[in-house]
């Protein structure tokens, strides 16, 4: 076989492959994707409803299992806002895979600007959508949801937040 043939086999070999895995691999992000939006969706509607049931029940199990004051870190939130949700906007989404012999990892580190009345807020949270090493994490992990004006005031990086809700007003919080 000549060189040049070669070459054109090995490429559209490599063409072939790399397409049927990378539609399969598009396919899987773009459902985690999904989830994650809709998970955006049910996190703000049940902050705007005040459903400290609807939002405990976003978290995993180990976050339920392991923060005992969860519901009361919730219902510290409801008390943190008045109003209603008058609109809400993706801000920014960042995601974390990790796959190592057949496990995966999704996590989803999200942003949202949302406004409750005219007041801006920042709303963000963790969110794993699929944790073959350890199924108990899949879920919300955290939430943090400020006032947009007191995001440098409670800056956090992503790895410092605790598990389950974020309270300025709690200095172990962050």
């Known amino acids: 076989m000549s060189k040049r043939k070669f070459i054109v086999f090995v490429v559209l070999y490599m063409l072939i492959f790399v397409n049927c895995r990378g539609k399969e691999t598009m396919r899987l992000f773009m459902s985690h994707d999904q989830k994650n ?17 609807g939002l405990y029940s976003l978290f995993s ?34 995601v974390e895979t990790k796959i190592e012999k057949g496990d995966k990892l999704s996590q989803y580190y999200s942003r949202f600007l949302v406004w409750i009345g005219e007041t801006e807020y920042m709303l963000h949270y963790i969110y794993i959508v699929e944790n073959s090493f350890n199924r ?27 598990a389950g809700v974020f309270i300025p007003e709690w200095s172990d919080a962050c």
């Open 37 to 53: 939006l809709e998970i955006a969706d049910k996190i703000i509607t049940y902050l705007d409803l005040k459903d400290e049931d």
């Open 61 to 94: 199990e180990q976050v339920i299992e392991e923060d005992e004051a969860l519901k009361d870190e919730i219902l510290a939130l409801f008390s943190s806002y008045h109003g209603s949700v008058v609109k809400y906007e993706e801000w920014a989404i960042g």
């Open 136 to 162: 108990e994490t899949e879920g919300v992990r955290t939430i943090k949801f400020i006032r947009k004006e007191d995001e440098e005031k409670y800056f956090c990086y992503w790895d410092q937040l605790k």
